[in-house]
């Protein structure tokens, strides 16, 4: 069974950084295409960033571009999301996510999340 699980996440001040690490288990792991979505309490879903898990190509949603940064490490199946210049509506439970199509959709798998509070 494949499991994802976040880790990082925490209260930092506007302006700060943070970085979420999210590591995949599972002998059946496999995957295309990994990346992040945030959930912010009252709001639906949204997507953030996808990377992918062959190549080299990335994309960020609007509000985050030049401020996150999505990398990956295939040995350690590890997916990580470097957050600087943190912003009070960044403020939410942040979702690791795979697929095996390149566009991470369809999801095949979700982590439980982490939360990440922007906060003075």
């Known amino acids: 069974q494949v499991q994802l699980v976040e880790s990082g996440g925490g209260l930092v001040q506007p302006g700060g950084p943070l970085r979420l690490a999210c590591t995949a288990s599972?002998?059946?792991?496999?995957?295309?295409?990994m990346g992040w979505f945030r959930q912010a309490p009252g709001k639906e879903r949204e997507f953030v960033a996808v990377?992918?898990?062959?190549?080299?190509?990335?994309y960020y949603e609007d509000s985050v571009k030049g401020r996150f940064t999505i990398s990956k490490d295939v040995a350690k199946n590890t997916v990580y999301l470097q957050m600087d210049a943190l912003r009070p509506e960044d403020t939410a439970r942040y979702l690791c996510?795979?697929?095996?199509?390149?566009?991470?959709?369809?999801?095949?798998?979700w982590g439980q999340g982490t939360q990440v509070t922007v906060s003075s």
């Open positions: 996510a795979s697929s095996s199509s390149r566009s991470l959709h369809p999801i095949d798998h």
């Open positions: 599972g002998r059946a792991f496999s995957a295309n295409s």
């Open positions: 990377i992918s898990w062959s190549g080299s190509s990335t």
